[in-house]
Structure formats: C-alpha cells, structure tokens
C-alpha cells in the first residue's frame, strides 16, 4: 500500500516535495515524503503569492524524489499557476523509479527553460493527464511547456494538452531536449 499524504495549500505542497538539498538547501520543505509514496493534492490553484515556494525562479524542486503527485480528481482542476514569474517544477533524477505526475494543469509558467517541468540529471517522468498552458521558455535553450535535458533522462506523455505555450528561443513551444 502507497503512503498519501494529502495537500491543499501551497505551503503544504511545498513542504511535502521541495527537497533539494544542494545549492537552495535552505528551501527545502519541512515534511518530504518518501520515495515511492503518493501526494494527492485538492482542486484548486497553488501559487506562490498564497504560500512558500522553493526559489525565485521554480516553485517547487525535487531532487532524487520519486512516486506520485496527482490532483483528486481526474480533470487536472488542481491548477500550479507560476504567475508569469516562475517555472512550475524542477525536477532533477528520480533515484531508483519514475515520478508520475497526474492530472494537473501547469499554467503561466514562465523560467529560462521549462515554463512549466524542468526535467533532468537521469530523472524518468511520466506526465499523464495533465494540461501545460500559457507556459513560457524565456533563454536560449527552449521548451515552453517541458524541457529535457541530458541524454539520460527520460519523459513520457500520455492524454496531455499543450495550450498556448512559447519558447523565446524558437526551440520547442511545448517540449524542447537539450544536450545541454
């Protein structure tokens, strides 16, 4: 049986998935789940004017994290609005498994590569029934809505929407890989 552990505010989801323990320690939540285990989050929006967010640029950064983040219900109604200010996730390996991400939507992302999902370092993402919107790639890499990077890495699309995104590059509006 997977460990739930259920989130309805911002604060909440940052403290149960912002893990990263390198350069940004100092913005690690105070009750990470496991590996393996489940973050179910309530419909609603998530931003980071309503609560702590993991830096300046993305709000939130797993590092080494694997398991599930999904919305309760199916529709991608639990909404992670980067404001036009700041990437939605950043997620850098996955350890030994895959973190899936679930029916949400990613909107107004915006961060150098990756408005929305940041992916890298060897991490396997599976993105299913979410909704990239709005999502904006500011640098010369790409990938408004998803970028890739590092041949390692790996990321699977099932029944996603990409909405209106752009990459100021001409790379990938919607998912750019990087080498880089």
């Known amino acids: 049986r997977t460990t739930e552990f259920s989130v309805d505010n911002m604060n909440g989801l940052f403290n149960t998935l912002s893990n990263n323990a390198g350069e940004y320690a100092d913005n690690t939540g105070n009750s990470i789940m496991p590996n393996g285990a489940t973050a179910v989050l309530a419909v609603g929006v998530y931003k980071c004017s309503d609560g702590t967010c993991s830096r300046y640029d993305t709000m939130l950064w797993t590092e080494g994290l694997h398991g599930e983040v999904k919305c ?4 991608a109604s639990c909404i992670l609005n980067g404001e036009q200010t700041r990437g939605g996730m950043s997620v850098s390996g996955t350890g030994a498994g895959t973190l899936l991400l679930r029916a949400l939507t ?12 940041n992916i890298r370092n060897g991490a396997i993402v599976t993105i299913e029934l979410c ?18 990077q590092n041949s390692g890495t790996t990321v699977n699309t099932y029944g996603t929407s990409f909405n209106d995104n752009t990459a100021a590059s001409g790379n990938g509006a919607d998912i750019y890989r990087s080498s880089y």
């Open 106 to 117: 990613l909107e107004e992302g915006e961060d150098l590569h990756g408005g929305g999902v």
């Open 131 to 148: 909704v990239f919107s709005n999502c904006r790639a500011t640098g010369r890499y790409g990938g408004g809505a998803i970028w890739v």
């Open 72 to 75: 309760e219900e199916e529709d």
